[in-house]
């Protein structure tokens, strides 16, 4: 019997490809200098390193800012458990800094510029720039104003099976980093991707004042990002294939194929303006072992089309906060439990609660940034932007559906108004290609 | 913990998890790339999709045919 020829395919780590080009209205358009063609030309190419214009997409994210979410069918049946849908880059923003630099580059193959704090970010002069921005935003620079080659740029959708398979944050906690699994032939995969509406929402302007990048001040029109023109020219998909040997062959036959991923999902609900103290109860689904949570301004979450701020993953704790306090059924050893007082406000660089939470993610090998960096000891003019608070439930075992509740205490100027709390937990599932072709989906706790 | 099985040409990753797997460097293994699928336009659709049909149809069949010889007469 003559053996056909089986490729067994998976995806690369980044397997997207984008072309594009970016452009906005010259804004020194000049007809007295009519000779000269730069001048003269109603568009120019994007060169945010030269503060043409000075706009910057958060590293983390690259060209996936400009994708809602992604879904995923393998022979007509759903085989991403991912239920994000528009706060994927969120949850992605998220998933890259909690990593290293090691981590980071032995993964995706480069390093990731690290924006910790209003140092890394503003910039009023060229010359001024912050080595991170400056890096971050080289990614979007064309070669020239006429520029005629587009960008390019490799990205993937976090957590998005069978493109992406193991959150960063459970990679470190668990100490086991899952590759992407190969799926056997015979296997139709469709994988749809949603672009967002505008593509441009997440490319914000490096220039804005700190209380608009997350407070209720609008950026001025000095400041905003000028109107830009995305043109995507072309989106490929790269895989890798192998075919098996004889002796491989018998393996996969006597085997059904199991494979690995990480589900997020998503939670969130507003902050009550106005009062001495808020408390939430955040519902921690059976399984989960890692969740992140943290205070987000209205606009960072949800695009406001009447607003020049765009949406943004940089958290902080909530402005007016006095004291803050974390507890969760049945657990008392939480770091927070005894509370921590002016949390990112003032003196929580001193709080022992906060060092003993940063120097566990170090330990974790879920951050090699400096304490310093994350939570600046000049918080009257620097602000971090880094402070979500990520919990290891990796030793909990939780079996049934508990409850996650944050407490905080304000200053006389009460809670802000248009604050939300979010939280992302993380679940691990295992995912059985039976040999009828189903999927089956268990949660592995 | 359970115990990992080992099942040659799968995965050495942690216990549970067999997918196949490149068992040896003699095996083709090769970067191939696809484009998004017909009448899917990068510039226009607000929904884009790409289509990966994996590998021979024939495998299906050649594996019912070893799980499930023909009866010959």
């Known amino acids: 019997m003559t053996l056909p020829v089986f490729y067994f395919q998976r995806f690369e780590e980044c397997p997207f490809e984008l072309t594009y080009k970016i452009s906005y209205a010259n804004p020194r358009v000049s007809t007295t200098d009519a000779d000269l063609a730069q ?112 960008l390019v740029s490799r990205f993937t959708l976090d957590c998005l099976f069978p493109i992406s398979s193991q959150s960063n944050i459970l990679a470190a906690l668990m100490k086991q980093n899952q590759v992407n699994g190969y799926i056997r032939p015979s296997s139709e995969i469709v994988i749809t991707l949603f672009k967002r509406s505008p593509v ?19 950026v001025t029109a000095a400041h905003a990002k000028p109107e830009l023109k995305v043109e995507f020219e ?70 406001d089309p009447n607003s020049n701020r765009s949406q943004n993953a940089r958290i902080r704790f909530i402005p007016n906060a006095k004291e803050f306090k974390l507890k969760m059924d049945h657990k008392d050893n939480f770091y927070f439990a005894e509370g921590v007082k002016d949390p990112g406000i003032a003196g929580a660089s001193l709080s022992s609660g906060l060092r ?20 600046p000891r000049k918080f009257a003019t620097v602000k971090g932007y880094q402070q979500p608070i990520l919990l290891d439930l990796s030793d909990l075992k939780i079996e049934k559906q508990c409850t996650l509740t944050p407490t905080v205490s304000y200053n006389s100027d009460l809670s802000p108004r248009n604050w939300f709390i979010f939280a992302i937990g993380l679940q691990q599932y295992q995912l059985t290609h039976l040999t009828n072709n189903k999927w089956l989906q268990e949660l592995r706790k | 913990m359970p115990k990992r099985k080992h099942i040659e040409g799968f995965s050495s990753g942690p216990e549970e998890f067999l997918y196949p797997q490149p068992s040896t460097s003699n095996e083709d293994k090769a970067t191939k790339e696809v484009e998004l699928e017909a009448g899917s336009d990068v510039k226009k659709d607000q929904i884009l999709t790409f289509r990966l049909k994996l590998g021979p149809s024939e495998f299906a069949r050649y594996l019912l045919t070893l799980i499930c010889p023909p009866i010959v007469h």
């Not at chain 1, 991403?80 to 630099?101: A, I």
């Open chain 1, 356 to 375: 003993g939470y940063h120097a566990s993610l170090v330990r974790k090998g879920l951050t090699d940034q400096p304490f310093e960096s994350v939570w």
């Open chain 1, 39 to 150: 001048k003269k030309a109603t568009r120019w190419w994007i060169r945010p390193s030269e503060f043409e214009p000075g706009i910057f997409l958060d590293p983390g994210l690259g060209a996936a800012a400009f994708f809602t979410h992604g879904r995923c069918t393998i022979n007509n049946e759903r085989a991403d458990v991912s239920d994000l849908g528009e706060f994927q880059c969120l949850f992605q923003s998220l998933n890259r800094r909690y990593t290293t630099d090691d981590f980071y580059r032995a993964k995706y193959g480069c390093r990731m510029p690290r924006i910790n704090n209003t140092t890394d970010f503003h910039s009023a002069t060229k010359d001024a720039m912050p080595a991170a921005l400056k890096e971050a935003v080289a990614a979007l620079d064309s070669d020239d104003w006429d520029n005629t080659q587009p």
């Open chain 1, 234 to 303: 072309g989106l490929k998909l790269f895989y890798e294939s192998f075919t098996p040997d004889a002796r491989s062959l018998h393996g996969f036959l006597r085997a059904t194929p199991k494979y690995y991923v990480d589900k997020p999902y998503f939670y969130y609900a507003s902050v009550a303006p106005g009062v001495m103290l808020t408390r939430h109860d955040i519902p921690v689904q059976p399984g989960t072992k890692a969740m992140i949570y943290g205070f987000i301004h209205g606009h960072q979450m949800f695009r």
């Open chain 1, 200 to 218: 441009d929402a997440l490319i914000e302007s490096f220039r804005i004042p700190d209380n608009a990048a997350y407070g209720d001040v609008d």
